[in-house]
């Protein structure tokens, strides 16, 4: 068996989950940009201003904080703070080839976290619930990284 193909389980597991996370990732952005498109509000920098085909009549007001979009904006963030470790650890972790169960915990454990941290940012829920989703995902990407290293320094 090969670490690193679909004769692993925890590899399979390891697919789902990563492109799971990156749909995610990717989906935020794009959950932004349609935000800002039906508020006509929330950009980013000074030159968005310029006028175009999308903003022919673009205002200074444009530039001002919008909850509505600047919320997913920080949703987008967070992924980025997130998402990126757990693919790497994630593709390690499987590549010890851990047992399939241990795997579907920590893997399946993040995505389920990371989802209902978004499910929490996006209906407004109190920062303790949100943090706690972020520490279950944490915690998992955390695992993960130190089994891979104890894997490593036995070897």
């Not at 989950?17 to 920098?45: H, P």
């Not at 999308?54 to 001002?64: A, G, I, R, V």
């Not at 209906?123 to 972020?134: M, V």
Request: aromatic share 10%.
């Amino acid at each position: 068996m090969s670490a690193l193909d679909f004769s692993n389980p925890a590899f399979h597991v390891y697919v789902i989950c990563a492109s799971l996370a990156v749909l995610k990732l990717m989906g935020q952005g794009w959950m932004t940009v349609y935000r800002m498109t039906k508020s006509n509000s929330g950009l980013a920098s000074p030159e968005d201003l310029r006028p175009g085909p999308l903003n022919k009549d673009p205002s200074p007001k444009q530039l001002e904080i919008n909850d509505y979009v600047d919320r997913s904006r920080r949703m987008h963030r967070n992924d980025l703070e997130n998402i990126p470790a757990f693919l790497a650890i994630g593709l390690l972790f499987a590549a010890t080839a851990p047992p399939l169960l241990l795997a579907q915990i920590m893997m399946y454990g993040f995505v389920l976290a990371r989802a209902f941290h978004t499910i929490a940012y996006a209906t407004r829920q109190s920062h303790e619930i949100r943090a706690t989703f972020y520490t279950i995902g944490s915690l998992a990407v955390i695992y993960m990284a130190v089994h891979v290293l104890v894997f490593a320094v036995t070897r």
